[in-house]
């Protein structure tokens, strides 16, 4: 059994910051890659940001230069600093693992919103 607990997300303002935390807890051997996506009301849920078991970032093109997406890996953790945030950043942002075990585990989600 694996879990995940996501935090940081929150109300914001246009241009403001918020940093999202995800650690993973339970049977967990080792950790491949893991990163972030995101689900916007009546969309599809998309890729934000993923990270390597060697700490390479890839990023979706509305998050280029804005995010960064990093790993603290005795913690299990991955974070997603965001930057310079807009309204249409405003989701349910999920984490994810990749423990190579053929899925990938989800976290509940955390909700961003960002005033205009």
């Known amino acids: 059994q694996v879990q995940l607990v996501e935090s940081g997300g929150g109300l914001v303002q246009t241009g403001g910051s918020l940093r999202l935390s995800c650690a993973a807890s339970g049977s967990i051997f080792s950790i491949n890659a893991m990163g972030w996506y995101r689900q916007a009301p009546g969309k599809q849920r998309e890729l934000v940001a993923t990270i390597t078991s060697g700490s390479s970032p890839n990023y979706a093109d509305s998050a280029k230069g804005r995010f960064t997406v990093s790993r603290d890996n005795p913690k299990n953790t991955v974070y997603l600093q965001m930057n310079s945030l807009k309204p249409e950043d405003t989701a349910v942002y999920y984490c994810?693992?990749?423990?190579?075990?053929?899925?990938?585990?989800w976290g509940q989600g955390t909700q961003v919103t960002v005033s205009s």
């Open positions: 994810y693992v990749d423990l190579g075990d053929g899925r990938w585990h």
